[in-house]
C-alpha cells in the first residue's frame, strides 16, 4: 500500500524581531506577563511593503526544492494552509505556483486557521495514497501581522509571522502518514474569529473604523477548549493505534501557549525531552508553526520515529495525524 511520506522541510521566519520588550512599549504589558502565561519571548513580523505570505512561501518552498533537489516543474500540486492569504482571490497557492515556477502544478489554499497545516498534511496525504500525484508540496503559513491590532494586548503578544513547507511523495516502506483524526465544531467561531473583511460584513469605512478587521477572541473560553481539545485528540489517537508513551519519539504540538502543549504531553505521559517547541522564539504563528518546528528539528529526526502532531485553533479545528519520519537528515 501506498504512504504518503515526508521527504524534504523548508522554512522561513521574517528577519525583524517583535520582542517583549518592545511590546511593552507598545500596549500596557510586561515580559514576565507574556513568558509566564504563554512561554513567548520574541515573535517575527513581516515588514515592507507589498509583501505577504507568498514571499515566505517561496523562500520555504525554494529551500526545501533544493535541499531534495528537484525543479519546481515537477511539483504536481501544492496547497497552503492559511487564513491570511495574499489576496482573498486568487489563491496563494495560485500566486506561489506562478513565483515558484510550478508550472504542472495545481492546488489550492485551506482555512482551519491553527489547524490548517495539518487538514492540508492529511489532504495532501491522501493524493500520494491513491497513486494520482507523486510529488506535493503542503505549506503552512500565516502573516498574522496583518490581521492584528496592535492596540490590544491580549491578542498582539501571543501571534507572529513565519511559514514552513513539507515536500510529500510517494513511499512502500511502513513510513509517512500512518493515520489522522481531524474535528470541527463550527459553533468556535463566537469565540474566535475575524468579524468583517468577508461576505457577510463586507470592508467599509464603518468596520474599519470598529476595528473589525483584527482577531477577535476571548482568550479564556479559547484556552479551555484548547487544552482539552488537544489533549483530548492526542490520546485518541495513540490509543487508537495501541501506541505507548516508549513508542513516541515526539510530539509536534502547535504553538499558541506553552500551558497547552504541557497539558497535551502530560495527558500523554511524556516527557518535555519529547516535544518540539519554538514559541519562545516565533509566538504563534498560527499555521506555521507546525512545519516550522519540523524545520527546526529536522537534524534530531530519525527514519521510523514516531511523530504525533496535534493542533487546535480557530473554527473550531482541531486534530492529530501519526506519521513515521521517512529519512535521516546528512
Ligand atoms: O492558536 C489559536 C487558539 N488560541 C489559543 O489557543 C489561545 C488560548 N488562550 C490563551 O492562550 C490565553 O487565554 C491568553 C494568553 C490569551 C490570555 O491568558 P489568560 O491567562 O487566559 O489571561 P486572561 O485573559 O484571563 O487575563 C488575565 C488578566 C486580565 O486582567 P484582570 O481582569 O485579571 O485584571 C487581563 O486584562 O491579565 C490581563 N491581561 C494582560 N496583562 C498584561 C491580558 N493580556 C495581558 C497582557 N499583559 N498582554
Given at each position: 500500500m501506498?504512504?504518503?511520506a515526508?521527504t524534504?522541510?523548508?522554512?522561513c521566519?521574517?528577519?525583524?524581531?517583535?520582542?517583549n520588550?518592545?511590546l511593552s512599549?507598545?500596549?500596557?504589558?510586561?515580559d514576565e506577563?507574556i513568558?509566564?502565561?504563554?512561554g513567548?519571548k520574541?515573535r517575527?513580523i513581516?515588514?515592507?511593503e507589498g509583501k505577504?505570505?507568498s514571499d515566505?512561501?517561496?523562500?520555504?518552498?525554494e529551500?526545501l526544492l533544493k535541499?531534495?533537489?528537484i525543479k519546481?516543474?515537477e511539483?504536481?500540486?501544492?496547497?497552503?494552509?492559511t487564513?491570511t492569504g495574499?489576496?482573498?482571490f486568487?489563491?496563494?497557492?495560485n500566486?506561489?505556483?506562478?513565483?515558484?515556477?510550478?508550472?504542472?502544478?495545481w492546488?489550492?489554499?485551506l482555512?482551519a486557521?491553527c489547524?490548517?497545516?495539518?487538514y492540508?498534511?492529511?489532504t495532501?496525504?491522501q493524493?500520494?495514497?491513491t497513486?494520482?500525484?507523486?510529488k506535493?508540496l503542503?505549506i503552512?503559513?500565516?502573516k498574522?501581522?496583518?490581521?492584528i491590532d496592535?492596540?490590544?494586548r491580549?491578542t498582539?503578544i501571543?501571534f507572529?509571522d513565519?511559514?514552513g513547507?513539507?515536500?510529500?511523495?510517494?513511499t512502500?516502506e511502513?513510513?509517512g502518514?500512518?493515520?489522522?483524526?481531524l474535528k470541527?465544531?463550527?459553533?468556535?467561531?463566537n469565540?474566535?474569529?475575524?468579524?468583517a473583511g468577508?461576505?457577510?460584513l463586507?470592508p467599509?469605512h464603518?468596520?474599519?473604523?470598529?476595528?473589525k478587521?483584527?482577531?477577535?477572541?476571548?482568550?479564556?473560553?479559547?484556552?479551555?477548549?484548547?487544552v482539552?481539545?488537544?489533549?483530548?485528540?492526542?490520546?485518541?489517537?495513540?490509543?487508537?493505534?495501541?501506541l505507548k508513551?516508549?513508542?513516541?519519539a515526539?510530539?509536534?504540538p502547535?504553538?499558541?501557549?506553552?500551558?497547552i502543549?504541557?497539558a497535551?504531553?502530560?495527558?500523554?505521559?511524556?516527557?518535555p525531552e519529547?516535544?518540539m517547541?519554538?514559541i519562545?522564539?516565533?509566538?504563534?504563528?498560527t499555521a506555521?508553526?507546525i512545519?516550522l518546528?519540523?524545520?527546526?528539528?529536522e537534524?534530531?529526526l530519525?527514519?521510523g520515529?514516531n511523530?504525533?502532531?496535534?493542533a487546535?485553533?480557530?473554527?473550531?479545528?482541531?486534530?492529530?495525524?501519526?506519521?513515521?519520519?521517512?529519512?535521516?537528515?546528512?
Amino acid at each position: 500500500m501506498i504512504k504518503a511520506a515526508i521527504t524534504a522541510v523548508g522554512g522561513c521566519v521574517p528577519d525583524y524581531v517583535l520582542t517583549n520588550e518592545i511590546l511593552s512599549t507598545m500596549v500596557d504589558t510586561n515580559d514576565e506577563w507574556i513568558t509566564s502565561r504563554t512561554g513567548i519571548k520574541e515573535r517575527r513580523i513581516l515588514k515592507g511593503e507589498g509583501k505577504g505570505l507568498s514571499d515566505m512561501c517561496i523562500a520555504a518552498s525554494e529551500e526545501l526544492l533544493k535541499k531534495r533537489g528537484i525543479k519546481a516543474e515537477e511539483l504536481d500540486m501544492v496547497i497552503i494552509g492559511t487564513i491570511t492569504g495574499d489576496y482573498t482571490f486568487p489563491s496563494t497557492s495560485n500566486v506561489v505556483c506562478d513565483k515558484l515556477g510550478a508550472k504542472n502544478a495545481w492546488g489550492f489554499d485551506l482555512s482551519a486557521a491553527c489547524s490548517g497545516f495539518i487538514y492540508a498534511l492529511a489532504t495532501g496525504a491522501q493524493f500520494i495514497e491513491t497513486g494520482r500525484y507523486k510529488k506535493i508540496l503542503v505549506i503552512g503559513g500565516d502573516k498574522m501581522s496583518s490581521i492584528i491590532d496592535y492596540k490590544d494586548r491580549a491578542t498582539c503578544i501571543i501571534f507572529g509571522d513565519g511559514a514552513g513547507a513539507v515536500l510529500l511523495e510517494p513511499t512502500n516502506e511502513d513510513l509517512g502518514v500512518k493515520d489522522f483524526i481531524l474535528k470541527a465544531d463550527g459553533a468556535g467561531r463566537n469565540y474566535l474569529c475575524m468579524h468583517a473583511g468577508g461576505s457577510v460584513l463586507p470592508p467599509s469605512h464603518e468596520t474599519v473604523d470598529a476595528r473589525k478587521h483584527y482577531v477577535y477572541q476571548e482568550g479564556q473560553a479559547v484556552f479551555k477548549f484548547a487544552v482539552k481539545g488537544m489533549a483530548d485528540v492526542s490520546a485518541e489517537i495513540i490509543e487508537k493505534n495501541k501506541l505507548k508513551a516508549s513508542d513516541i519519539a515526539w510530539l509536534v504540538p502547535h504553538q499558541a501557549n506553552k500551558r497547552i502543549v504541557d497539558a497535551t504531553a502530560d495527558r500523554m505521559g511524556l516527557g518535555p525531552e519529547k516535544v518540539m517547541m519554538n514559541i519562545e522564539r516565533y509566538g504563534n504563528t498560527t499555521a506555521g508553526t507546525i512545519p516550522l518546528l519540523l524545520w527546526d528539528y529536522e537534524k534530531q529526526l530519525k527514519k521510523g520515529d514516531n511523530l504525533i502532531i496535534s493542533a487546535f485553533g480557530g473554527g473550531f479545528t482541531w486534530g492529530s495525524i501519526w506519521l513515521k519520519w521517512a529519512y535521516d537528515t546528512k
